[in-house]
């Protein structure tokens, strides 16, 4: 009985489990993110890009003129290809996306995520969250 409890114990303890912000970060349903990026009027600009953050830690890139249309797959892997990855860190609250992109998250709400490039040229961008109609 006690070897039970103790093998119980070690497999619940090795199982990991999604941090508040990872959870957020995940599209329920019909939902999309759409990308916008600081422009040099200080204004957040729509460039035809959107995000699915999928839970098993791939993401799907997405193009759509109409920012509050869910958009077409930019990329689509052939069978067997590696899928674009995403990754959260907790301890220093950076999101990495596809192709190596590092993100500071400044803060996050409802449905909008504040964020800055590490990598590059250190543009502000922001993630608001849409359900697809």
């Not at 090795?14 to 329920?28: A, G, V």
């Not at 791939?58 to 892997?77: A, H, M, W, Y």
Request: glycine share 4%; net charge positive.
């Amino acid at each position: 009985m006690k070897k039970a409890i103790l093998i119980l114990a070690i497999i619940l303890s090795s199982c990991t489990e999604q941090n508040p912000f990872e959870k957020y970060l995940i599209n329920k349903d019909d939902t999309f993110w759409v990308e916008k990026m600081m422009d040099s009027t200080a204004n957040y600009k729509y460039y035809n890009r959107q995000s699915v953050f999928l839970s098993d830690y791939t993401i799907e890139s997405l193009s759509s003129v109409d920012e509050n249309k869910k958009g077409f797959r930019q990329v689509t892997p052939i069978e067997g290809g590696v899928k674009q990855k995403w990754n959260f860190n907790k301890n220093d609250s950076t999101l990495t996306t596809s192709y190596r992109t590092i993100f500071k998250i400044k803060k996050y709400s409802n449905d909008t995520i504040y964020m800055k490039m590490t990598t590059g040229k250190n543009e502000d961008f922001i993630l608001i969250k849409h359900i697809q109609q």
